[in-house]
């Protein structure tokens, strides 16, 4: 919009009151995580009165917060590589080829988003375990499950983000590709990709905050050995003591990796969502 | 458009069983005729995985979760779940009359958990335009300010819930100690936000600032779209900023809107983990939403039949509405592909 | 039926049959050597946990030359980690279940009852607490679990707050409690507000407050099930129990209306450590006293309605602990067996008990030295004399629910405004018709 006076003050006032709303619950969390234990049990202190690192140090110890860390990064990187590989491959198909079914295909896909996650977590398992019987691969407990659950549970988005993306590039691309002698695979790799890289990172990121925040299926699907990062995060809370700091500080380390990652990315972020998906 | 792609209207779907390039060839060319078939398995080819893995993952449990609706699935005979009775309609009959106790708690939490999605995706999407639409002028500190309001998104949704259950606390919370302490609202009393009526509006809130971040990106990613000088040309024109906002932006978000308040909506519908978070496996009576009722009547009485039979009617409703949505809405974007 | 997926089903229920035996012998990881054990978080963490029993396992692989490989699994994720390897079968060897759910698991059938090499492996059933053995599973089935930690309710006070109101000796009778707590709850700073409670509970714990569903509806003369096993959640003398714990808040105002969101058992004895409240029943806040370094407690029974009542009458607390059971799929299950038999022996009961602050639940090992304070003669007279299991029906974790939550939402009633005995009335008869359309 035209940037008046008037545009001026509503647009500070506005996001000045935004950035409140986004910044309060955040302060609370990391100075939290600065107190030690006994300042936290009372009355909350926007001002720490005593501020402490140890809560980051003990946190270590607390749960074994080391392994969850590698349990999450081997799952969530798996998941988030195989989700945008398979959802490149079926958008590419439904944006560029014609085949019977693909309306068929396409709307599935869109509707599976609309399960209660709830209704199939006990099917799922049981389905799991009917292929451990059958085959021997053991889907529940180990790495290989809860990665196939998770890319599957982002490709709906995906999908529909990526074959947006796609659409929107022009098809004279491929086709010039295509007349110098590359087939339809080539032109994928070798035209659209490169060009589909902020829809490609768009995505990534989507799947990649999903799979490393999500716990209902990850307490049933994981056993000690493969447990994740967000589903420790409940250890510090026991019935028998609630560690607040450590809980907070836990989450801040938790939080760092997508954060991270996610501010090195988002320019691109912007750039894929709003060529592919909103367009 | 982008999601005529997975939307396309049902003309053209008719039109779809040949391919595209086949008409013009000449039918007696050996070399066309291989190049055609070969054409013809790609597409499915390429989907294959993501549909194998929808069918194992998505579709077959969902499949099997509808069956569970039918029949007496308890301890009793959880190991040996092959070969528990059918029993028909009698999960339906038992859970979804509105005459018992159960019944009634399903269909008010299920209008409950309607207002609810209503509210959070409302409130979100209002949240998110603002901060796009304000974020899309050009100022100092904007890059800045648009990666920290995307932050609640990227934190894992179980950081972002124990923080404001942290905050809520009556005793010791950071709410009340701003609400009363300092601002002295509500006399002397402080309110509980996780108790009663309260925690309905607790849970809201918790929602909107998790999900609106997403309504803020994908917006801001369809205003990118908005060239400067049809504004200029409006103003010129002596339009207002309301009038700008309401001619020039809106319409421009308008196909954005389409899938975005659908996505939400089912999202937010479904939810789960909030709840879970702030009140544990009960939630108070004013703020159960329908995925916590289920837990509650599957996993919390081992009688799996009873939450089959609950989700596989919500399952049907929200069927209904969203293609009733996608006839309704998205076609209008799907034309000018 | 021509369903399609019933057909399905049905191949794959015959594909399993006719895998059976190679998957059997394929999939097991577990070597002649090594067994799989689940334990409950007993301690101040899991690691804290693990911590404590590693001493007992490292004397049990000395002695029979096994390995154990040791999970400890938190409360909030036992319950449906033992949901998920009952449903596929494919589980710990041995493993820690609360004995509320014992009659719950047993319908599962995939524990191994407690007869035979098990029942002879333990030492059989007269070794054992009795009130703790009658947990293992419902009247008149063999059990499938056996006792292992022993726990019971007690009061516990703040003795420094007792002697600065003037109260001598803890209360006995449930006016007495009533009278004292009264005393105990006041303003110490002159700002008008309420600061010292008389009692605190975790108002938001479902499990918690279905103990006091019990045990106060007992005291008044009722019981949450009839001897039809239909459920009485809303008799006369249910609701006059409830109402007595929930008036503690709602009019006699001895209680912190805080309390209504006290989840966490924790929570509360942090109120008492910090002078926050005077009285409180707990299983066992011995081990969070020891943690904040807290020596001011004193410890009584629960109080009754009647000094020196018996019997039903005189029930302070169910019957608490955790059980342990053997996974009948166990690839392992003779020293499976071996390692239930060792962690219930009188060396090892003495060793984890004294760890853990729980009671031995073999008589054995009473009589050690560690189990002669007052603090556990008074858990061991309640666990022995006045106590009863919770209702050991089918539905156990349901009731628990059921009632749980009726108090927990009474609660939050009070703290926001007022409850009424109608109220009290509606909110059991609610849960009561649950419980009946469940079963």
């Known amino acids: 919009m035209i940037e008046t006076r008037n545009f001026r003050i509503l647009r500070n006032v506005v996001l000045t009151l935004l950035s409140l709303w986004v910044a309060v619950p955040l302060y609370v969390v990391v100075s939290t995580s600065l107190k030690p234990l006994k300042d936290v049990a009372g009355l909350f202190q926007w001002i720490p009165r005593e501020i402490t690192a140890s809560p980051y140090f003990e946190i270590w110890t607390t749960v074994p917060l080391a392994k969850y860390f590698q349990n999450s990064l081997v799952i969530t990187v798996c998941a988030t590589i195989c989700s945008v590989t398979v959802a490149v491959l079926a958008a590419y198909s439904i944006a560029r080829l014609e085949f019977k079914g693909k309306r068929a295909f396409s709307l599935t896909v869109l509707s599976t988003q609309m399960f209660p996650g709830i209704l199939f977590l006990l099917p799922l398992y049981l389905i799991f375990t009917q292929i451990r019987n059958l085959t021997g691969v053991q889907l529940q407990g180990s790495y290989l499950g809860l990665i196939i659950t998770y890319m599957t549970f982002t490709l709906p988005f995906a999908i529909w983000m990526l074959s947006g993306y796609f659409a929107s590039i022009p098809k004279e691309l491929e086709e010039a590709s295509m007349i110098d002698g590359t087939g339809r695979l080539g032109a994928l790799f070798r035209v659209i990709l490169p060009v589909a890289k902020p829809g490609i990172i768009a995505v990534a990121v989507y799947s990649f905050i999903s799979a490393w925040g999500e716990v209902l299926f990850a307490s049933v699907l994981t056993n000690e050995a493969t447990k994740t990062l967000s589903l420790g995060l409940k250890s510090y809370a026991s019935e028998s003591d609630v560690f607040w700091n450590q809980l907070m500080a836990a989450s801040v380390v938790v939080s760092l990796p997508v954060l991270i990652g996610f501010i090195l990315v988002q320019k691109h972020l912007v750039a894929g969502l709003s060529a592919g998906a909103v367009k | 458009m982008s999601h005529s792609a997975l939307d396309s209207s049902p003309a053209a779907a008719g039109s779809q069983t040949v391919p595209e390039t086949a008409g013009p060839l000449p039918e007696n060319v050996p070399a066309p005729k291989a190049r055609k078939a070969r054409r013809s398995f790609l597409p499915y080819g390429l989907i294959l995985p993501a549909a194998v893995l929808e069918i194992l993952i998505h579709i077959g449990p969902m499949l099997l979760g509808i069956w569970i609706a039918f029949i007496s699935l308890t301890q009793l005979n959880l190991t040996n779940w092959l070969n528990a009775p059918f029993v028909g309609l009698q999960n339906f009959v038992n859970g979804l009359n509105p005459e018992s106790t159960i019944g009634q708690a399903f269909f008010s939490t299920v209008g409950r958990t309607l207002i609810y999605t209503v509210t959070v995706v409302g409130l979100s999407w209002i949240l998110g335009m603002a901060g796009a639409v304000f974020l899309s002028s050009n100022f100092k500190g904007r890059a800045l300010l648009r990666t920290f309001f995307l932050v609640p998104y990227a934190l894992p949704a179980y950081v972002g819930t124990i923080a404001w259950a942290f905050m809520f606390n009556q005793r010791d919370g950071a709410v009340n100690q701003i609400l009363v302490d300092t601002f002295h609202l509500f006399g002397e009393e402080r309110p509980f936000w996780l108790l009663g009526s309260n925690s309905f509006g607790a849970m809201i809130v918790v929602n909107v600032w998790q999900l609106w971040p997403f309504a803020f990106l994908m917006l801001m990613a369809a205003l990118q779209n908005v060239p400067t000088d049809v504004y200029e040309a409006a103003a010129i024109d002596g339009a207002s900023l309301w009038q700008q906002f309401r001619t020039i932006t809106l319409p421009m978000v308008r196909p954005a809107n389409g899938v975005l308040l659908m996505v939400m909506s089912l999202w937010t519908f479904n939810q789960f983990n909030i709840p879970f978070v702030l009140f544990g496996a009960s939630s108070p009576k004013d703020a159960t939403l329908v995925s916590p009722l289920i837990y509650q009547n599957s996993f919390g009485s081992w009688n799996f039949g009873l939450g089959g039979a609950m989700s596989v009617l919500l399952l049907i409703a929200l069927f209904i509405a969203s293609v009733f949505y996608i006839r309704m809405v998205l076609p209008k974007g799907a034309d000018n592909d | ?439």
């Open chain 3, 1 to 439: 039926m021509k369903n399609p997926l019933k057909v399905l089903t049905a191949l794959a229920a015959t594909a399993t049959l006719a895998l059976g035996l190679t998957a059997c012998g394929g999939t097991s990881q577990a070597t002649s050597d090594t067994i799989t054990y689940w334990a409950s978080d007993q301690g101040n963490s899991l690691d804290d946990t693990a911590a404590k029993l590693k001493p007992s396992l490292e004397r049990f692989t000395k002695e029979t030359g096994v390995k154990v490989q040791l999970e400890v699994i938190s409360w909030t994720d036992l319950y449906n980690r033992i949901l998920t390897a009952v449903t596929s079968g494919d589980g710990p060897d041995v493993l820690n279940i609360g004995n509320t759910w014992a009659v719950t698991l047993q319908e599962t059938g995939a524990f191994e009852p407690v007869e035979g090499a098990l029942l002879e492996a333990v030492g059989g059933k007269d070794r054992f607490l009795q009130t703790s053995w009658s947990t293992g599973g419902a009247e008149g089935k063999t059990p499938t679990s056996v006792p292992l930690y022993g726990l019971a309710y007690n009061m516990y006070y703040n003795t420094k707050m007792f002697k600065a109101a003037g109260i001598e000796k803890p209360p006995v009778t449930w006016d007495e409690f009533v009278a004292d707590a009264k005393k105990l709850t006041k303003d110490t700073n002159g700002d008008g507000k309420t600061d010292q409670w008389g009692f605190t509970a975790a108002g938001a714990s479902v499990s918690a407050n279905s103990h006091q569903a019990f045990v106060r509806g007992l005291q008044n003369g009722g019981t949450l099930f009839d001897k039809d096993g239909k459920p009485t959640f809303d008799s006369a003398p249910q609701v006059a129990g409830v109402k007595q714990f929930i008036d503690l808040m709602a009019t006699e105002k001895v209680m912190s209306p805080s309390d209504a969101e006290i989840s966490q058992g924790s929570q509360k004895i942090d109120n008492l450590i910090n002078g926050k409240a005077a009285m409180l029943f707990d299983q066992s806040p011995l081990k969070n006293f020891d943690a904040r370094g807290f020596k001011d407690w004193g410890v009584a029974p629960v109080p009754m309605m009647q000094a020196g009542a018996t019997g039903d009458a005189g029930t302070q607390s169910h019957v608490a602990g955790i059980n342990l059971s053997v996974f009948k799929n166990s690839k392992n299950k003779d020293n499976a067996i071996k390692l239930a038999g060792w962690l219930t022996s009188d060396a090892e009961q003495v060793a984890l008990n004294k760890a853990f602050r729980s009671l031995p639940v073999v008589t054995g090992a009473s009589s050690d030295a560690a189990f002669q304070t007052e603090e556990v003669k008074s858990k061991r007279d309640a666990l022995a004399n006045h106590a009863l299991p919770m209702p050991l029906v089918a539905k156990e974790g349901q009731m628990e629910t059921l009632t749980g939550t009726a108090i927990k939402n009474l609660f939050a009633k009070a703290a926001t405004g007022t409850v009424s005995e109608a109220d009290i009335k509606a909110a059991l008869e609610d849960a009561n018709n649950q419980m009946a359309a469940a079963q």
